[in-house]
Antibody, heavy 119, light 111 residues
Framework: EIQLVESGGGLVQPGGSLRLSCAASGFTFSDYWMYWVRQAPGKGLEWVASIKTDGSEKYYVGSLKGRFTISRDNAENSLHLQMNSLRAEDSAVYYC????????????WGQGTLVTVSS | QSALTQPRSVSGSPGQSVTISCTGTNSDVGAYNYVSWYQQHPGKAPKLMISDVSKRPSGVPDRFSGSKSGNTASLTISGLQAEDEAEYHCFSYAGRYTHWVFGGGTKLTVL
């Protein structure tokens, strides 16, 4: 069974940092692009970042302006999102997701981890 | 403002058909056949319903279908059932500069 389990969310003050993790199982992790997608309370989904199978390509939504870094550890079957200089507008549920085979769709999703940025 | 435009809400009665549109530009929806659709029930993670404009993953009922014309993609749900009531989101690859974009989401109400 394919599973994606996020962790690392919580309450953080504006300007602070958090590192989200996503533990993957049930598939060959190194074969798939991985994504982070977020959803602010009552809002739609927003693509945040993507990383290629071997980590050689990383892409981010333009509004982040370099504050977030996506990474992966294929030996540990894990995906990470380092979030710095957090702002109130970064408050959201953060989902990790796995690509489909040979396409740009999000075939499997984790349950999400909530990040709240507030003083 | 979301990059892809979806109606905020649609509704239909059980057994009827509804279509949800997703309008982009010739840099995203119109340029690539990489539009996908996701169903999301309250408090749950999204679920892939349609990939690559019109491909239905295993386990998704054939009541769900996708299509595209120009810069607009569409999700059609036929034979509406109560459990189809959910939020639906479109997603498209958008090329080397924007990369990927979502629509704003559409709330489907089954009357």
């Amino acid at each position: 069974e394919i599973q994606l389990v996020e962790s690392g969310g919580g309450l953080v003050q504006p300007g602070g940092s958090l590192r989200l993790s996503c533990a993957a199982s049930g598939f060959t992790f190194s074969d798939y692009w991985m994504y982070w997608v977020r959803q602010a309370p009552g809002k739609g989904l927003e693509w945040v970042a993507s990383i290629k199978t071997d980590g050689s390509e990383k892409y981010y939504v333009g509004s982040l302006k370099g504050r977030f870094t996506i990474s992966r550890d294929n030996a540990e079957n894990s995906l990470h999102l380092q979030m710095n200089s957090l702002r109130a507008e970064d408050s959201a549920v953060y989902y990790c997701a796995r690509d489909t085979t040979g396409g740009w769709s999000l075939a499997y999703w984790g349950q999400g981890t909530l990040v709240t940025v507030s003083s | 403002q979301s990059a892809l435009t979806q109606p905020r809400s649609v509704s239909g009665s059980p057994g009827q058909s509804v279509t949800i549109s997703c309008t982009g530009t010739n840099s995203d929806v119109g340029a690539y056949n990489y539009v996908s659709w996701y169903q999301q029930h309250p408090g749950k993670a999204p679920k892939l319903m349609i990939s690559d404009v019109s491909k239905r993953p295993s386990g998704v009922p054939d009541r769900f279908s996708g299509s595209k014309s120009g810069n607009t993609a569409s999700l059609t749900i036929s034979g509406l059932q109560a459990e189809d009531e959910a939020e639906y989101h479109c997603f498209s690859y958008a090329g080397r500069y924007t990369h990927w974009v979502f629509g704003g989401g559409t709330k489907l109400t089954v009357l």
